[in-house]
């Protein structure tokens, strides 16, 4: 897999067995790379254009890669137009900020500094996050993406959804976790 790989991975019997529905998969290729779109665009600015290729279809999994089109130049992520780190993050985040709300607005949101925001959950729980990451999950492209890539999937006979970078678990979520996914937040940053 090259460096500027990403991995949608999903795990449960439909997928050990290597039998995804075909317009579910698509489906999902195409809310994922939503998502991804979402996460430059808040990285990097609305005048970026993410592109996706399909690179491999592996049992269990389908890895995306991306290059991001700035200006009109295409240049992959790594060749020195910014860092994948940065999606990544934003992506880790996100799925960290949706499970701490557990799919229901937030109690408060508290403005930190220019960067950071307190978000308090309907249990009481505090969690700080970057204020980028919240504003992915109070956007509703965000919502609809993963509402399906997450959500509808992990609802189907799936068990687990994670997203990886060779090999390493940036986000994920379990079927005990769809929920959260599909609620999109409402407050100020």
């Not at 050990?16 to 996460?39: P, R």
């Not at 020195?80 to 949101?109: N, R, V």
Request: charged share 20%; aromatic share 8%; proline share 2%.
């Amino acid at each position: 897999m090259s460096p500027h790989s990403i991995t949608l991975k999903y795990s449960g019997p439909a997928a050990d067995a290597g039998q995804l529905d075909a317009y579910e998969a698509a489906g999902n290729i195409i809310a994922f790379s939503d998502f991804l779109s979402v996460l430059a665009k808040t990285a990097y600015g609305q005048n970026v254009k993410l592109k996706t290729e399909v690179r491999a279809f592996e049992k269990g999994s389908f890895a995306v890669s991306f290059a991001l089109d700035l200006g009109g130049i295409m240049a992959t992520i790594l060749s020195g137009m910014g860092s994948p780190k940065d999606l990544y993050e934003l992506a880790k985040h996100s799925f960290q900020a949706w499970k701490h709300l557990q799919g229901e607005d937030p109690k408060s949101i508290t403005r930190i500094d220019d960067q950071y925001v307190e978000v308090v959950n309907n249990s009481g729980v505090a969690a700080t996050f970057r204020a980028d990451t919240i504003n992915i999950v109070m956007n509703q492209d965000a919502v609809a993406s993963t509402s399906r890539f997450v959500k509808k999937a992990l609802e189907s006979n799936l068990e687990r959804v994670s997203i990886e970078h060779d090999g390493e678990l940036i986000a994920d979520a379990s079927s005990d976790e769809s929920c959260f996914f599909s609620h999109l937040v409402s407050g100020e940053v």
